[in-house]
């Protein structure tokens, strides 16, 4: 499989090592290296992007302002020459967090946790079918089964460390995923809102500047995530 890549950092000779490192691993392909958070935007319009190389103190926009306002968001690699921004980094579900000089060996040891990351996703058999119909189904491992769940009876999803919870009206799910990962195989009607919790927007009965309600559970909407919803709450 081949991973596409994306390097965004205000400074040439930044750019060009990540480059050169990434030119000698097998597996990923550059797209585009751009200087600033703008230029990668319209690019991220086009492309469909696996992995961004994202430096955070930018001009114009950080790098973290950045990345939290995407509606779809890439793994993401944080590149800097300041450690001030691990912890905000991470927040954000961070594949690594690299300080600047990038030695090729800690280079390629953000490149192993993003494979390993890819291949715990691929190894746990999810499959949607027919993603945008009212009928959709995925099926999750449960006890040792594949238990078929439909889409549009998911109130909403809970992470629970290595685990997710998924919430249905009456019973739930527990099965061995990361939130992020499962994020990816679900359809238009999910949103991510918090760090911990994704939901189906069809099952919302209110909500407030701070949280989302579905039936009689307040679900928190995460300070990071508030841009990102606020196109569907108002």
Same mark, same amino acid.
């Given at each position: ?21 990434? *030119?000698?691993?097998?597996?990923? %392909?550059?797209? +585009? ?45 944080? @590149? @800097? ?12 579900? +961070?594949?690594? #967090? ?6 090729? %060996? ?20 999810? @499959? ?21 769940? %439909?889409?549009?009876?998911?109130? #909403?999803?809970? *992470?629970?460390?290595? #685990? ?16 992020? +990962? ?24 209110? #909500? ?27």
């Amino acid at each position: 499989m081949i991973y596409k890549c994306l390097i965004i950092d205000d400074e040439e000779l930044a750019r060009g090592l990540i480059k050169t490192h990434l *030119s000698q691993l097998d597996g990923f %392909q550059l797209i +585009a290296s751009c200087s600033s958070a703008l230029e990668a935007y319209s690019i991220l319009q086009r492309e469909s992007i696996d992995l961004l190389f994202l430096d955070i103190e930018m001009p114009v926009l950080k790098g973290t302002d950045f990345f939290k306002n995407l509606m779809h968001k890439p793994k993401v690699i944080f @590149t @800097t020459a300041y450690r001030d921004y691990a912890i905000e980094g991470f927040e954000l579900n +961070a594949v690594d #967090y690299i300080l600047k000089p990038i030695t090729f %060996q800690r280079f390629f040891n953000a490149i192993e946790k993003f494979r390993a990351l890819r291949k715990d996703s691929a190894s746990i058999p999810i @499959t949607v079918t027919d993603s945008v119909s009212k009928g959709a189904f995925i099926y999750i491992r449960k006890d040792r089964k594949q238990v078929k769940v %439909q889409l549009e009876s998911i109130l #909403y999803i809970e *992470s629970l460390k290595d #685990y997710i919870k998924i919430h249905l009206e009456g019973e739930n799910h527990i099965t061995k995923h990361s939130i992020s +990962a499962f994020e990816e195989k679900l359809d238009h009607r999910f949103i991510r809102i918090h760090r911990s919790y994704i939901i189906n927007k069809n099952k919302i009965t209110a #909500y407030t500047k701070n949280d989302i309600e579905i039936g009689q559970i307040e679900i928190p909407i995460g300070e990071n995530f508030r841009n990102n919803i606020s196109s569907f709450l108002t």
